[in-house]
């Protein structure tokens, strides 16, 4: 397998090295001068700005006046922006956007939310049993291969629908990046971009956090844009998705985080197969000079995996380990500690807000929908250390109580252990079977020993169930899953987001 993934990595470093070199080839001096606009055909699908606000776009702003006139000149900033750096744009709305229209560009932009091609999406009730079923709604087929740059939101609902690494962790992305991973073609080329850091306060949730647990006091960020929308005057919001587990050095690939309330380790920008996530919400004339450049280089970057296919998945609901760990370290004293000092100073920043709206009510000032209903939340009392176990399974609450240090053994005990459970979104369960033979979920080891277990009939029903419970295959006898084993062997990747499953990877 290690064979096999170091020959994929180099397969893809030479793509990239091709890629590259032809960009500075016929981009040479293009930052010192004139740019000569490039031969790339870009369709970019935005918001019609005569389009009214939705219900769900007010009960998202307390500004909506601001967010009608940002809309109206959206879609021409961008229009205008990206003709002075390709040849051929066009401009549709997404309520009239059709993936075919795809086929005759290099590559699409998405920046509007796209209509769902399902009829239904979201829980669904049997009108019969009253019974609950998730329905994913999908934006485009699983047949759309042609290279997306999607900025922002809609980025995650398209995601979502693919069941892409693009997900909606938090629509809490606001206007500095950091921890870029500054070898990466889009910030080289065809544009060098120049990083001009700022050393600014680390969000309070990072240091709450295992991956944040040793950062310091600030931290070097890079301005994206010259408005966010925690200056509070109706910006708009970017998003960042999941980035546990998201670089895999096949098919999706992390390049930066940015400030938000989801860890440092959240992905503001990335690729996954032939989409590029933008979290990034700000139009080009509230985008930074340096950030521009990166925006036009992220297009040029997507061009190249026009065609790519998806070999990795996120199924949706599907607990990660970097879940685990993060739930180890919220009941540990250390992690405890700092989780409460936190959501301690959330909750007086919150009192002092609703203070805010209060005064402004009683000086006869008009509130917003949403200052309304700010003010009409109950008070959160000061929280204690029950507070790190909410969200712990009934049966450990049960069992360990508000001892603390028998949670935290139990995850130190288990980790290795842990796969989705199959009832319960984001839950886990304890794989008994693995931990009896002392061999890791995720290690290649494991189908080895039920295979050889099936050879020697020896412990069946457990070998089976370690099969089926980590592979997509469903044969019948040991000679079939002996041979499927020997002939995959190098080419089986453990994949957490396709539900704990080992793939097979393409051949190539």
């Known amino acids: 397998m290690r064979k096999y993934l170091e020959t994929f990595k180099l397969t893809l470093s030479g793509v990239l090295t091709i890629f590259v070199a032809l960009l500075l080839m016929g981009c040479a001096n293009q930052v010192s001068a004139a740019p000569e606009k490039s031969r790339l055909s870009i369709l970019y699908v935005g918001s019609d700005p005569n389009k009214p606000l939705s219900d769900r776009d007010r009960r998202l702003t307390a500004f909506p006046e601001r967010v009608v006139e940002l809309r109206k000149s959206r879609s021409l900033d961008f229009e205008q922006f990206l003709k002075e750096h390709f040849e051929k744009v066009s401009v549709v709305y997404g309520d009239t956007f059709k993936e075919g229209m795809s086929a005759s560009y290099d590559v699409t932009i998405i920046d509007a939310y796209l209509p769902a091609i399902v009829e239904k999406g979201g829980m669904v009730v049997d009108s019969e049993t009253g019974e609950q079923t998730y329905v994913q709604p999908k934006y485009l087929t699983e047949q759309y291969n ?33 921890s870029m991973k500054l070898n990466h073609p889009i910030f080289n080329v065809p544009y060098k971009v120049e990083i001009n850091y700022e050393e600014r306060e680390t969000p309070g949730n990072y240091k709450a956090r295992y991956t944040g647990r040793h950062l310091g006091d600030t931290m070097p ?5 010259i408005e966010g929308y925690e200056d509070g005057k109706g910006f708009p919001v970017g998003l960042v998705s999941t980035g546990y587990g998201f670089d895999n050095g096949i098919d999706a690939e992390w390049i930066s985080s940015g400030t938000c309330i989801k860890g440092v380790e959240a992905m503001a920008i990335g690729r996954h197969a032939n989409f590029l996530h933008w979290g990034f919400a700000g139009a080009p004339r509230y985008m930074t000079e340096s950030a521009k450049l990166a925006f036009i280089n992220s297009i040029h ?17 599907v607990r990660l380990k970097g879940y685990n760990i993060e739930s180890q370290w919220m009941v540990s004293d250390q992690g405890a500690a700092a989780w ?6 959330a909750r007086i920043e919150s009192v002092q807000r609703k203070a805010e709206i209060q005064a402004k009510k009683e000086a006869g000032e008009p509130l917003t929908d949403q200052e309304t209903r700010l003010l009409e939340l109950p008070d959160q009392p000061k929280e204690t250390r029950a507070w790190t176990i909410q969200y712990e399974s009934d049966h450990l609450k049960e069992k360990f109580g508000q001892n603390w240090a028998a949670y935290e053994k139990y995850y130190a005990e288990n980790m290795d252990y842990f796969y989705p459970s199959a009832d319960q ?9 693995a931990k009896s033979l002392g061999i890791a979920v995720g290690n290649l080891g494991l189908l080895e020993a039920a295979v050889g277990m099936l050879v020697k009939g020896e412990q069946v029903d457990m070998a089976n169930r370690i099969l089926n419970r980590y592979t997509n295959e469903s044969f019948q006898s040991a000679t079939e899953w002996s041979a499927w084993l020997k002939a995959n062997y190098e080419r089986l990747y453990f994949s957490e987001g396709d539900g704990y499953k080992f793939i097979v990877l393409p051949e190539g």
């Open 301 to 317: 970057y997507i061009a190249s995996f026009k065609g790519a296919k998806q070999v990795t998945r996120k199924i949706k609901g």
């Open 425 to 433: 979104w984001h839950e886990k369960d304890l794989d008994e079977d």
């Open 221 to 225: 960020m890079w301005r994206m844009q």
């Open 146 to 178: 042609a290279a997306m740059v999607m900025i922002g939101e809609p980025s995650a609902f398209i995601g979502e629908g693919r069941q892409l690494k693009i997900d909606h962790l938090c629509l809490c992305l606001d206007a500095h990046a950091h």
């Open 340 to 345: 409460l000092a936190y959501i301690d100073e």
